[in-house]
């Protein structure tokens, strides 16, 4: 019984102990910068430092904890995953714990599966390798750049998966682009799938940028979803730039703000100049605070923008006649201008605005045209508001006219669409909007929502702006024609740039001393304006000093024209094409061979004239605009008219 017994207990301990091997998947500790050739898990086990690259992995299967300590790194990246063309090609690799003043990366088209999370870096880079996940980490002003290595046309990066990470440029910063996907460099431009969800980007950076400096930048790389994100630019960058052939994403419930420049641009920069087609924007905020919502000079074809807020304080510029929609969106403009700036270089498909929200302050008109025919837009159900005046459309007038003359707009109407509380971003629509139930599906047309309003960083109080002395003009002469704004600006971080206004209007700015600007005056009223001038320090610090000039101009008006030569027919359009010179206007009127047809006090001074109400033949149009002082200015053109 007794040697039954033992036998059972020394099989039950020689089980145990066959089944519980000691410390047989425990991680190496490593205490130093070294190449990782080997599969298996490690473990940083102090604080490292290197003159160069401190860890290459070069393995497959290898989890990396850097465990909460600090690499130092004075050249290259604290941890890589490459592959240089001969040994293993890494794939499967996890990077995670790591704190360094320098970044992380993979570089190699063979490299595949690799995940970096929980890191605190100044950036991570992935250079041609596929299926990385980027996830949860703290980066600074190096950002993430995921790319083709871009003379490498083959290493396309597939399927990239960025979320949950903090991006923070901060003052000072020269990075040009702080979150960036590009596929390829040439046309045509590669399928990448990326997947970019719930990232907050900070960038703070306020100098002079060079072209196209953006938090986000999509180049050349399809079906990007790109969903959540928050996107806030206090300094002078893009929010979002999109270019070449970046097609068929979907941008969801983003916020991109940004300071001085645009939101969003949609532009090309190959040699094959191919744009953005096939998008979807859907419940997004392009805001910035003195800028433009929107730059888009070259924007491809069936795009869509649905129920989207553009909210910015100067007019937006969207290219047109590419088929697009525009469908449920708010344009809302806080400065005085148009409310959308619209261009057609060629003959294409037309645009449809539908449901849409154009809210606008300033005698200006709801649109600016450059080569505007009626065939390249088609609209319905909008709702157009100024918020200091009457509605005017282009060089057709009212509403009604816009209407009768384009065939355009029918559904539409003019009314205050009652915000919340559009000051404070509240865009959604009070209880007795009119906009409430109009749209042409029953719902409420424009974008009907709350914008997030974000609060820039202060510069730090030991960095004092850019001293400024006004060289001209001077306050004591009366100026005409062609001025020259011009100011010494001295600071012993560098002046960055220097920025012009007028009567609070953004004129111009330079980046070089000596710090001037032409400017013309001719189309301000003769009187008293104000100069505001703004210097910039290269960490961002500014220094505002504001001055004033007395004008005083000749007063001229010109007649503008909108059809080919002089032969016209129907009903056409009137208005100045500019008023020079004189005090406030009261009056600009309209002759007919003498004979007065048309008066308006309000800008921007148009009128309608039925050229069936004279006879075939030549008359002469006249315009004549009356001041404050009773001085007059005329323009007379001949037309030839034929029915």
Request: aromatic share 10%; proline share 4%; glycine share 10%.
């Amino acid at each position: 019984m007794r040697a039954y017994q033992f036998g059972i207990l020394a099989v039950i301990v020689i089980g145990a102990w066959l089944s519980f091997p000691t410390d047989a998947h425990a991680a190496t500790t490593l205490t130093s910068c070294q190449t990782i050739s080997t599969s298996g898990d490690y473990i940083l086990g102090n604080n490292v430092s290197s003159g160069g690259t401190c860890f290459s992995i070069r393995a497959a299967n290898v989890t990396f904890n850097g465990n909460g300590k600090t690499i130092t790194v004075s050249s290259g990246d604290a941890v890589e995953v490459a592959y240089y063309g001969s040994g293993t090609a890494a794939h499967h690799v996890t990077v995670s714990n790591v704190h360094s003043n320098s970044g992380v990366r993979t570089y190699g088209d063979p490299i595949h599966h690799v995940t970096f999370t929980n890191l605190n870096v100044s950036g991570i880079t992935v250079y041609g390798s596929d299926d990385v996940t980027i996830n949860g980490n703290t980066v600074g002003s190096d950002g993430i750049s995921i790319s083709n290595a871009d003379a490498t046309s083959g290493w396309y990066p597939l399927r990239p998966v960025v979320t949950n990470n903090t991006i923070t440029g901060p003052i000072g910063h020269t990075t040009k682009i702080l979150l960036e996907l590009v596929g390829g460099k040439y046309h045509p431009c590669p399928r990448i799938d990326a997947i970019m969800t719930n990232n907050t980007i900070n960038n703070y950076r306020n100098d002079n940028p060079a072209e196209a400096n953006a938090s986000v930048r999509i180049r050349c790389a399809t079906h990007t979803t790109f969903t959540d994100n928050t996107i806030q630019s206090t300094g002078t960058t893009i929010g979002l730039y999109m270019r070449d052939e970046s097609d068929d994403g979907v941008y969801e419930d983003n916020i991109f703000r940004t300071n001085s420049h645009e939101a969003i641009r949609i532009a090309s920069g190959n040699e094959d100049k191919t744009f953005p087609s096939r998008n979807i924007f859907q419940r997004n905020q392009f805001i910035s605070s003195t800028g433009q919502a929107t730059f888009i000079q070259g924007m491809g074809s069936d795009n869509q923008f649905r129920n989207n807020l553009f909210w910015s304080a100067q007019t937006g510029l969207i290219d047109g006649a590419d088929g697009n929609l525009y469908d449920h969106n708010t344009f809302y403009v806080t400065g005085s201008g148009e409310s959308i700036q619209t261009f057609n270089y060629d003959h294409g498909p037309t645009d449809t605005w539908t449901n849409n929200i154009f809210s606008y302050a300033g005698a200006t008109t709801v649109y600016g045209f450059d080569g505007f025919t009626t065939d390249r837009y088609a609209a319905h159900h909008n709702l157009f508001h100024n918020r200091s005046g009457v509605v005017a459309f282009f060089n057709y007038g009212s509403l009604s006219a816009w209407k009768s003359s384009t065939g355009d707009d029918a559904s539409s109407f003019e009314a205050n669409p009652l915000f919340t509380d559009p000051t404070n971003g509240d865009f959604s629509l009070q209880a007795g909007s009119p906009a409430r139930n109009q749209a042409s599906d029953g719902t409420n047309i424009g974008y009907d929502g709350t914008a997030a309003i974000m609060t820039p960083p202060s510069s730090p109080s030991t960095n004092t702006g850019p001293t400024i002395k006004i060289l001209s003009p001077t306050s004591r002469r009366i100026l005409g024609g062609i001025v020259l704004l011009h100011v010494k600006a001295t600071d012993a971080d560098g002046v960055a740039k220097v920025r012009f206004f007028v009567d609070g209007e953004f004129v111009g700015e330079d980046t070089t001393a000596p710090f001037r600007r032409s400017f013309n005056t001719r189309p301000l009223r003769n009187g008293k304006h104000a100069i505001t001038f703004e210097a910039i320090d290269t960490k961002g610090a500014v220094t505002t000093r504001a001055h004033s000039m007395k004008v005083r101009n000749p007063f001229t008006i010109r007649l503008s024209v909108s059809w080919p030569y002089a032969r016209v027919s129907g009903t056409i359009a009137l208005r100045p094409r500019f008023i020079n010179g004189g005090s406030a206007i009261t009056v600009v009127e309209y002759f007919i061979d003498k004979r007065r047809f048309a008066s308006t006090t309000a800008e921007p001074y148009t009128a309608t004239w039925d050229t069936t109400s004279v006879a075939n033949g030549r008359h002469r149009v006249t315009i004549r605009a009356i001041d404050a002082r009773g001085r007059k200015a005329t323009h007379t053109v001949y037309f030839r008219v034929l029915n």
